[in-house]
């Protein structure tokens, strides 16, 4: 079993749908990122948090430390969401550097 | 603001070619990462950087060098490349271990 794993593993949504991006972990962590991919481009950071929520314009990024979960939510979507997202959690102990990446979502934005 | 530039965008190489793949940062960060990304897993970490003249290992270093002369420049060499280095590679930085990570644009390297 894979320490983060997310869901689902692909989605299509109508554009103006709300979406709901889901990672869960089963190590001990310090922070945990969201991150985004456009096809045949590079990665960019969209959140990195340890507790709580954060918002950023139609992201919302949240997690729950005690039930080691995190969500990804995009509000009124739109076909240039169109991306994979990728959850990443910095584990503790061990080596410190380490960041441990879940396989990505894709996600389709229909118009 | 260029962030971390990645250089070249693709490459071909035949077995047994050696090849340098480029990373510049111009955001002073002290950490850098090089990571591949293979189709349907997540990214590996290759080998990082903490600083200027300190490097070590990640999950997937084997078939792979990198040198960190300066804080700007962090390149990945490959000796003697072999199929299953086909990959996407991505080199990336940050500040610190708690701070957002930036990322290159990506090399689509392919070995035959």
């Known amino acids: 079993k894979n320490e983060v794993e997310q869901s689902p593993q692909n989605l299509t949504a109508q554009e103006g749908e709300f979406i709901t991006i889901n990672c869960s972990y089963s190590?001990?962590?310090?922070?945990l990122h969201w991150l985004q991919q456009h096809p045949g481009g590079g990665i960019v950071s969209l959140f990195m948090l340890s507790s709580g929520k954060k918002k950023h314009g139609r992201l919302i990024a949240t997690i729950n430390i005690q039930e080691k979960h995190s969500s990804l939510h995009i509000t009124a979507s739109h076909p240039r969401d169109s991306a994979v997202y990728i959850c990443?959690?910095?584990?503790?102990?061990?080596?410190?550097?380490?960041?441990?990446f879940g396989t990505g979502t894709l996600l389709a934005v229909q118009p | 603001n260029a962030g971390v530039t990645q250089t070249p965008k693709f490459r071909i190489l035949k077995i047994g070619q050696s090849m340098t793949l480029q990373c510049t940062q111009d955001?002073?960060?002290?950490?850098m990462y090089w990571y591949r990304q293979d189709p349907g897993m997540g990214l590996k970490l290759i080998y990082y950087?903490?600083?200027?003249?300190?490097?070590d290992k990640g999950e997937v270093p084997n078939g792979y060098n990198v040198s960190r002369s300066t804080t700007e420049d962090f390149p990945l060499r490959l000796e003697l490349a072999a199929p299953s280095q086909t990959s996407v590679y991505f080199c990336?930085?940050?500040?610190?271990?708690?701070?957002?990570?930036?990322f290159g644009s990506g090399t689509q390297l392919s070995v035959l």
């Open positions: 990443a959690v910095r584990s503790v102990g061990g080596a410190t550097n380490k960041l441990i």
């Open positions: 190590v001990g962590i310090s922070a």
């Open positions: 950087s903490v600083g200027a003249g300190i490097t």
């Open positions: 955001m002073n960060h002290n950490y």
């Open positions: 990336a930085s940050s500040y610190s271990l708690a701070s957002r990570l930036f």
